[in-house]
């Protein structure tokens, strides 16, 4: 079956301590982002990338970092310098185009120990 | 940045009521999508409209892509519990950055 697979469904950071979110498709789809959603605060861009090897910061990217070296994967990685990383993931992914709706996987929530 | 306004930001209705949520901008969008999430998951998409005045329905489900193009309404007719769930309106002004701008969802209770 085609999807976006996110992984894991649920993830424990300690303080000071990097952890990386697992995102794939088999859609063969070229662009590719990451949310963050926090209760009654709605689905805030973290990162796109519309091309392998090439990503863009999104509203709220400090303290994250991405790459995108397969089309079909987009790591995110919460560094030590995001102060509040409890929060629900979504990665999602999209045809080129303008107005391509985009499919989401079913999220990784990350909580700190 | 552009913004959303979904509302309303909840709504608690009966079983086998309609429901009618709807989104508005200051700025003109090009398309615009309906998804609804249920707890734990990610979004999934119910509805696309690409053109201004476009009705376009899925099941029970009926969403218009309002005529000035700032705005759209999702209409959901009789309410069964599985509604349940956030409903978010995105939309995308056009050009060739993907981005896609999102309302900050309604929360639907249906009781049973």
């Known amino acids: 079956d085609g999807g976006i697979t996110q992984s894991p469904k649920y993830l424990f950071r300690k303080e000071g301590q990097n952890v990386t979110l697992s995102c794939e498709q088999n859609l063969n789809h070229d662009a590719m982002y990451w949310y963050r959603q926090d209760p009654g605060q709605g689905l805030r861009l973290i990162y796109y990338?519309?091309?392998?090897?090439?990503?863009q910061k999104g509203d709220i990217a400090e303290g994250y970092s991405v790459s995108r070296e397969k089309k079909e994967s987009f790591p995110l990685t919460v560094t030590s310098a995001q102060k509040n990383p409890t929060a629900f993931y979504l990665c999602?992914?999209?045809?080129?185009?303008?107005?391509?709706?985009?499919?989401f996987g079913d999220g990784t929530r990350l909580s700190i120990l | 940045g552009q913004q959303l306004n979904q509302s309303p930001q909840s709504m608690f209705i009966q079983e086998g009521e309609d429901v009618s949520m709807n989104c508005t901008s200051s700025?003109?969008?090009?398309?615009w999508l309906w998804y609804k999430q249920d707890p734990g998951e990610g979004p999934v998409l119910l509805i696309a409209l690409y053109k201004a005045g476009e009705l376009t329905s899925n099941g029970r489900l009926t969403a218009q892509f309002g005529i000035t193009r700032k705005d759209s309404f999702l209409n959901i007719s009789a309410s069964i519990p599985s509604d349940v769930g956030i409903y978010f309106c995105?939309?995308?002004?056009?050009?060739?950055?993907?981005?896609?701008?999102f309302g900050k969802g309604t929360l639907l209770t249906v009781n049973p």
């Open positions: 999602a992914s999209s045809w080129q185009g303008e107005g391509q709706p985009q499919h």
């Open positions: 700025s003109i969008f090009n398309t």
């Open positions: 990338s519309q091309i392998v090897n090439d990503f």
């Open positions: 995105a939309g995308h002004s056009g050009g060739s950055n993907y981005k896609l701008t």
